[in-house]
C-alpha cells in the first residue's frame, strides 16, 4: 500500500496552481489536492507553480534524486517531507506578502495629556506624536488594516489590527511601556497576546501582562480556547489528529481522552510519549484519509520525514496503535 515501485513524487501548492515539471505540464493542483508522477532514482527534476490566485506569484525550484533518495536538503519556500516507501511530497509555498500602494488614510485621532496622537497608513501603520502642533515622534508599527486608541487607566493603548494585531501601551510621556503582538490582542483587565498553536481543532496559547513596580511582566501562558468555542472532532480521521497533536503538546487529559477505556487502563501517557516519540506535524498518508493510517512527520539531518501508524477504533473512540 505505501510501496512505491519507483521513486513517486507528490506535489502541491499553498494556492490553486498549474504545476510544471522540467518544462512540461503536469496537471493542476492546490493545498486540498495534489499532482503525482513517477522519477527516476537518479536525476534534476525542475517543479514550477504558476498559481491561478491573485496575491501569488510563480516559483520554480530544483529537486534532485541520487540512487533512489533524495539529494536535496532544505529547499527554501518548499516543504519536503519523505514518506515510507520511495515517496516524496512537495509543497510548494507561493503566497506574496500585500505591498500597499496608497495616499496616506488617517485611521484615528486623539489628545493624551499635552499631546496630539494621530494613526495612520502609509504603507505601513504610522503614529504620529504631536505637541501644540509641533511634530515630536513618529512610530513605525507594521503592517495592519486598521487601528484605535483604547485608554488604560493612566496608560494609552495603541492597537493596530490586521492580520496579525500588535498593541503598544505609551505612559503620559509617550515613552513605551508594553509592545506585544499576537494572532489576537486584548487590553481588558490586563493586556493579553493570543497565538493560535495550529492543531485542527484551534488551541490557543494566551499570555497575560500584569503591571508589578518593576512594569508590566508576562504571567505563565495559558492553553485553550480564548476567541472561539471548543468543537470537538466529528469523525475519525478528526480524532486521530486531535490525539497526536494533544501528545505532541503534552496535554495528558485531552490526549487520554481520545482512547477507550482499555487502552487507558493498559498504557500510561508517559508509555504513548516514549512510543511515539519526538515529531512535528501531523499528516495523512495521500493513499489513506480516513484517520486509520497517520504520518507523524519530524526533522531528521535536515530533511523531513514521516513515521506511520496504524489505528483501530471502537465506538469513535482509539482503540489500538502500531507503527507500520
Avoid at 111 to 129: H, I, P, Q
Amino acid at each position: 500500500m505505501y510501496a512505491s515501485p519507483v521513486p513517486l513524487m507528490i506535489l502541491r501548492a499553498d494556492t490553486d496552481a498549474l504545476i510544471e515539471v522540467n518544462g512540461h505540464l503536469l496537471g493542476e493542483c492546490g493545498a486540498q489536492g495534489y499532482a503525482a508522477m513517477p522519477v527516476s532514482d537518479t536525476g534534476d527534476y525542475y517543479v514550477r507553480a504558476i498559481p491561478l490566485t491573485a496575491g501569488h506569484q510563480p516559483i520554480t525550484r530544483k529537486i534532485s534524486f541520487e540512487g533512489g533518495k533524495l539529494r536535496t536538503a532544505a529547499i527554501a519556500d518548499a516543504d519536503v517531507c519523505l514518506w515510507p516507501g520511495g515517496v516524496v511530497e512537495c509543497s510548494l509555498q507561493t503566497r506574496t506578502a500585500p505591498v500597499w500602494q496608497e495616499k496616506p488614510i488617517v485611521l484615528a485621532q486623539t489628545t493624551f495629556n499635552a499631546y496630539t496622537l494621530t494613526l495612520y497608513r502609509e504603507n505601513e501603520v504610522r503614529l504620529s506624536v504631536e505637541q501644540q502642533g509641533k511634530p515630536l515622534y513618529a512610530y513605525a508599527l507594521g503592517q495592519g488594516e486598521d487601528g484605535v486608541f483604547l485608554p488604560y487607566g493612566e496608560y494609552l493603548g495603541v492597537l493596530v489590527r490586521g492580520e496579525r494585531e500588535r498593541l503598544v501601551l505609551l505612559n503620559g510621556s509617550m515613552q513605551d511601556v508594553l509592545d506585544i503582538h499576537g494572532d489576537a490582542v486584548f487590553l481588558e483587565e490586563e493586556p493579553a497576546a493570543i497565538e493560535r498553536i495550529g492543531t485542527r481543532l484551534g488551541h490557543e496559547r494566551r499570555v497575560r501582562y500584569r503591571l508589578t513596580a518593576s512594569g508590566f511582566l508576562p504571567q505563565r501562558p495559558e492553553t485553550g480556547f480564548f476567541t472561539r468555542s471548543y468543537a470537538p472532532p466529528q469523525d475519525e480521521m478528526g480524532v486521530s489528529v486531535a490525539f497526536f497533536e494533544a501528545v505532541r503538546e503534552g496535554w495528558e487529559e485531552e490526549a487520554m481522552g481520545y482512547l477507550t477505556q482499555s487502552l487507558r487502563q493498559s498504557f500510561s501517557f508517559a508509555d504513548i510519549c516514549a512510543f511515539l516519540g519526538e515529531f512535528g506535524e501531523v499528516r495523512p498518508p495521500v493513499s489513506c484519509r480516513n484517520g486509520s493510517v497517520m504520518g507523524l512527520v519530524h526533522k531528521q539531518e535536515g530533511v523531513m520525514r514521516a513515521r506511520l501508524y496504524r489505528l483501530a477504533f471502537e465506538q469513535g473512540k482509539i482503540d489500538n496503535l502500531e507503527e507500520i
